[in-house]
């Protein structure tokens, strides 16, 4: 019986509840020293004087890194200057940046945004090098920056071409489908910007040895930071190790190689000891992203019968003068719903803040917002059920790309969701169900993500123990790859999960892309799949060629693996441990190592994971607080590798969602661009007392196109939807319709 799908428990989890997983900050190095990052408190301007030499009197202190002393860094490539298109902003010039414009890394006296990176100090112990930090006084010549996004986006700026992100498509001639229609919705949206909070903050430990840098790093992409490294110091890669067994929460967060990285890197070559660089809470909300504020202006125009006859999403999301991120809040209407006539646009309000970055869902978290409200104001527009109205406009191929589904199942993703929630039971006028006083509101909306996939690498090893070891430079944010991998492995290899250990998190194992994008069990999954078989084969291979083997003289097509055993398919009887073959043959662990390329597929199939989402909002009228008592959701996310993590998963998402309708919110000082909320306690997230009853279920969907296992990602479908559900609940409670994000009291009780 194959093991995958089983809800087996995380493999991962005794070491984290016990304290025995390791995080980046807590690898044990000889003479480490502490380094404490100094972030710029102007939004935008230079800095005259930094007064360093009293700080390096202190107690404890090592060094103190700034653009005075910073070693210099390879010049990047002469670049010109961004396109731009009429009346549009032109980019900043990054000819004086450092090879990734990201990276503010002390090697001029500018500053562009509030939060940046301006200094390190380098002391013995964390203590010490906090309070030095802290007594650096530094002057600054202001300059007038640019903080309103109202302002900004009267120039607005046309992002540069990125693979299936383009900045405005179309087909149809939607301006006369929209004349023509019987009901149009024209409505604007506006999300703001939010900050990840991990429990485990961004954290580096450097160690520059004569023999190369190796660094212990909080992140979701070893590899990348591998080569933005050897990039920016100009080393050879293979000099440099990345190290990441366990990350504590990403989401997005942790895919782009940030500043504190390479500067703690910089703080060892120059001090001459390994440096931990851990960021404290407050500085997540600055230098290390965030969701960028959207405006996303929406017109929808259908027949009487419902169907649409044009979509027109219009996005402006803000970026920074550091470099450009476009939250791509139009990807997902695109493919929604079956409109002969569409348009979307994307463009850019510039800022002086630290560069926007992935962040749940991005772009379809937000888009869908927009979007599925829409659909909402457009059903009652019509008079007509939302769920209907949706399956009325249902996409039965890619509407974009015109090529079929490498498969789809929100129809069943509809009906499944609609039953478990009792949906029929809903009364469609505003205000029309209550619970004593309370208002009770019931609202839906379209979950989709797209299912992405990149080449990676894995290898397998059986040893003559009788145990495997898998690895892969993959990671594990908290979403049980340690745990789904080894399921892969075991069903490939024929042997008991308890006998395989699976590793990830290092640039020393095979190279895996960036676990962001729902898509490492997509793309890892298969490499494991093909390298463990690759290392079966050869095994059996082995045994069949050993005359001392009681498998000898049969064929390949004779042997299957089970449990730990070869075994002869016509007589169970006949039958070898694996460990013994090896044992036999010299005891040298037999292995292989596969490479799992995409092929053609996404040429000829589209690939989506879908699902539906149902909330029901208690309203109380006087006050304005919204309460949520129960959310269902249904997902098509193809085949499912461990139902147990699959269900956290959604559920995961599915809080998100919920926090991101009613609560979470960076709010910003935008007279100095500053977060004011930075911490726990003011930026506010669900916890236990806000989440009701979830109730999830994954339907049953057979993919043969996205990879040989048939499994999408599930890491952020969970999210997309949920507001939107949330806020068109609220309308159905309340007859508000609340288009900002977040629903809060005070827009329930003007």
């Known amino acids: 019986m194959s093991v995958i799908g089983q809800g087996i428990d995380r493999l991962d989890g005794r070491l984290k509840v016990t304290g025995q997983a390791t995080y980046s900050a807590e690898h044990k190095l000889p003479r480490l020293a502490h380094g404490v990052m100094v972030l710029s408190t102007v939004p935008k301007g230079r800095i005259t004087a930094i007064d360093s030499a009293m700080v390096k009197r202190m107690p404890g202190v090592i060094l103190v890194l700034t653009h005075e002393n910073a070693p210099r860094l390879p010049k990047p490539k002469e670049g010109g200057e961004g396109k731009t298109g009429g009346g549009e902003q032109s980019k900043p010039d990054q000819k004086k940046q450092p090879p990734n414009p990201k990276l503010s890394l002390l090697q001029d006296d500018r500053v562009q945004y509030n939060a940046q990176p301006i200094a390190v100090v380098v002391a013995d112990?964390?203590?010490?090098?906090?309070?030095?930090?802290?007594?650096?006084?530094?002057?600054?010549?202001?300059?007038?920056?640019?903080?309103?996004?109202?302002?900004?986006?009267?120039?607005?700026?046309?992002?540069?071409?990125?693979?299936?992100?383009?900045?405005?498509?179309?087909?149809?001639?939607?301006?006369?489908?929209?004349?023509?229609?019987?009901?149009?919705?024209?409505?604007?949206f506006t999300t703001p910007m939010e900050n990840h909070n991990p429990l485990e903050p961004h954290a580096t430990i450097a160690d520059w040895q004569a023999e190369g840098l190796t660094l212990y790093d909080s992140t979701q992409n070893v590899s990348g930071v591998r080569k933005v490294a050897a990039q920016t110091f100009g080393i050879d890669v293979e000099r440099i190790r990345v190290v990441c067994p366990f990350v504590g929460g990403g989401f997005g967060s942790k895919g782009t190689t940030w500043s504190h990285v390479m500067l703690a890197a910089m703080a060892s070559r120059v001090a001459g000891v390994p440096v931990k660089l851990a960021l404290e809470r407050t500085q997540m909300y600055g230098p290390v992203g965030a969701r960028p504020l959207t405006e996303q202006h929406l017109r929808l125009g259908a027949s009487r019968d419902g169907k649409l006859l044009a979509v027109m999403h219009d996005t402006i999301s803000s970026t920074s003068f550091v470099d450009d991120f476009v939250e791509p809040c139009t990807a997902v209407t695109r493919k929604a719903y079956a409109s002969d006539s569409l348009q979307t646009s994307q463009r850019l309000a510039t800022l002086n803040v630290g560069v926007p970055t992935y962040m749940r869902a991005p772009g379809e978290s937000s888009g869908s917002f927009a979007l599925e409200s829409a659909m909402d104001e457009l059903a009652y527009a019509l008079d007509m059920d939302p769920v209907r109205l949706r399956l009325l406009n249902y996409a039965e191929k890619d509407p974009e790309k015109d090529i079929p589904w490498s498969s789809k199942s929100l129809r069943e993703c509809y009906r499944v969701g609609a039953e478990r929630f009792g949906w029929a039971r809903r009364t469609a006028a505003p205000?029309?169900?209550?619970?004593?006083?309370?208002?009770?509101?019931?609202?839906?909306?379209?979950?989709?993500?797209?299912?992405?996939?990149?080449?990676?690498?894995?290898?397998?090893?059986?040893?003559?123990?009788?145990?495997?070891?898998?690895?892969?430079?993959?990671?594990?944010?908290?979403?049980?790859?340690?745990?789904?991998?080894?399921?892969?492995?075991?069903?490939?290899?024929?042997?008991?999960?308890?006998?395989?250990?699976?590793?990830?998190?290092?640039?020393?194992?095979?190279?895996?892309?960036?676990?962001?994008?729902?898509?490492?069990?997509?793309?890892?999954?298969?490499?494991?799949?093909?390298?463990?078989?690759?290392?079966?084969?050869?095994?059996?291979?082995?045994?069949?060629?050993?005359?001392?083997?009681?498998?000898?003289?049969?064929?390949?097509?004779?042997?299957?693996?089970?449990?730990?055993?070869?075994?002869?398919?016509?007589?169970?009887?006949?039958?070898?441990?694996?460990?013994?073959?090896?044992?036999?043959?010299?005891?040298?662990?037999?292995?292989?190592?596969?490479?799992?390329?995409?092929?053609?597929?996404?040429?000829?199939?589209?690939?989506?994971?879908?699902?539906?989402?149902?909330?029901?909002?208690?309203?109380?009228?006087?006050?304005?607080?919204?309460?949520?008592?129960?959310?269902?959701?249904?997902?098509?996310?193809?085949?499912?590798?461990?139902?147990?993590?699959?269900?956290?998963?959604?559920?995961?998402?599915?809080?998100?969602?919920?926090?991101?309708?009613?609560?979470?919110?960076?709010?910003?000082?935008?007279?100095?661009?500053?977060?004011?909320?930075?911490?726990?306690?003011?930026?506010?997230?669900?916890?236990?007392?806000?989440?009701?009853?979830?109730?999830?279920?994954?339907?049953?969907?057979?993919?043969?196109?996205?990879?040989?296992?048939?499994?999408?990602?599930?890491?952020?479908?969970?999210?997309?939807?949920?507001?939107?559900?949330?806020?068109?609940?609220?309308?159905?409670?309340?007859?508000?319709?609340?288009?900002?994000?977040?629903?809060?009291?005070?827009?329930?009780?003007?």
């Open 125 to 188: 112990t964390f203590e010490h090098a906090r309070a030095a930090a802290r007594s650096l006084q530094v002057r600054y010549a202001a300059e007038p920056a640019q903080l309103d996004f109202q302002q900004a986006k009267l120039r607005p700026r046309r992002p540069e071409p990125q693979p299936d992100r383009p900045p405005e498509t179309g087909r149809g001639n939607a301006v006369r489908g929209l004349e023509s229609a019987a009901s149009r919705i024209d409505v604007t």
């Open 431 to 750: 205000g029309s169900m209550r619970k004593g006083r309370t208002l009770v509101g019931w609202g839906m909306a379209t979950c989709a993500y797209p299912a992405n996939r990149k080449g990676a690498k894995a290898s397998a090893l059986i040893n003559a123990d009788g145990t495997a070891l898998v690895r892969s430079g993959t990671h594990d944010l908290g979403t049980g790859t340690y745990t789904v991998m080894t399921q892969v492995a075991a069903d490939a290899l024929g042997m008991p999960v308890s006998t395989i250990r699976f590793e990830l998190g290092d640039t020393r194992f095979p190279e895996a892309p960036v676990s962001g994008g729902s898509q490492t069990v997509a793309s890892v999954g298969p490499a494991v799949y093909q390298a463990a078989t690759a290392a079966r084969d050869k095994l059996i291979a082995t045994a069949l060629g050993d005359s001392a083997s009681p498998l000898h003289g049969l064929t390949p097509a004779d042997i299957e693996a089970v449990d730990g055993w070869l075994r002869a398919k016509a007589d169970p009887q006949r039958r070898e441990a694996m460990g013994a073959v090896v044992a036999r043959n010299g005891g040298k662990p037999i292995g292989a190592e596969a490479s799992a390329d995409q092929g053609d597929e996404k040429k000829r199939y589209a690939m989506q994971a879908f699902g539906a989402v149902f909330v029901e909002v208690h309203v109380d009228p006087d006050l304005g607080t919204v309460r949520v008592p129960r959310v269902v959701g249904a997902y098509g996310v193809g085949r499912v590798l461990n139902s147990k993590t699959t269900h956290s998963q959604l559920m995961g998402g599915i809080v998100w969602g919920l926090g991101m309708g009613l609560m979470e919110k960076t709010e910003m000082d935008w007279r100095f661009g500053r977060a004011v909320n930075a911490n726990l306690a003011d930026y506010h997230v669900p916890v236990n007392a806000d989440i009701g009853d979830i109730d999830i279920t994954v339907v049953d969907e057979h993919d043969p196109h996205i990879n040989e296992l048939g499994t999408k990602g599930v890491g952020e479908i969970g999210i997309t939807g949920v507001a939107a559900a949330v806020a068109n609940a609220i309308y159905h409670a309340t007859g508000k319709r609340i288009r900002d994000l977040p629903i809060t009291p005070d827009k329930l009780v003007v």
